[in-house]
């Protein structure tokens, strides 16, 4: 079985910074890509960012670009998502996903594996 577990989230001022971090396990779940997602209460879940197993291809929302930025250490079997100059528009509960591709993508449908979420919320 693979399981996500996030963690790091919890209350910011805006302008603030948050990092979280998403841990990955499971005997047969070796290599693969990660994305975040999250979603606001009344609105669909979109897409944040999402990171290849190498850490060298990375995608990010454009509402986020430039703030947010993934990374991995995989010998930890952690990605994290450090999150800069948020706003309240970022208030949400955040999902890490991950999918054997080693090459991520930018939907939710690509991913096979879900963690519980962890809520962020930015204070205006």
């Known amino acids: 079985q693979v399981q996500l577990v996030e963690s790091g ?7 603030g910074s948050l990092k979280l971090s998403c841990a990955v396990s499971g005997r047969t ?3 693969y890509s990660v994305g975040w997602f999250r ?14 197993w190498s850490g060298v291809v990375k995608y990010y929302a ?3 670009k430039g703030r947010f930025t993934c990374s991995r250490d995989n010998a930890k079997n952690t990605v994290y998502l450090q999150m800069n100059s948020l706003k309240a528009e970022d208030t949400a509960v955040y999902y890490c996903a991950a ?6 993508g930018t939907t939710g449908d690509i991913y096979d594996y879900w963690g519980q979420g962890t ?3 930015v204070s205006s």
């Open 62 to 64: 454009d509402s986020v």
């Open 9 to 15: 989230g919890g209350y910011v001022q805006a302008g």
């Open 119 to 121: 809520q962020v919320t």
């Open 29 to 31: 779940f070796t290599r």
């Open 99 to 104: 999918d054997e591709r080693l090459v991520g």
């Open 39 to 52: 979603q606001a209460p009344g609105k669909e879940r979109e897409f944040v960012a999402a990171i290849s």
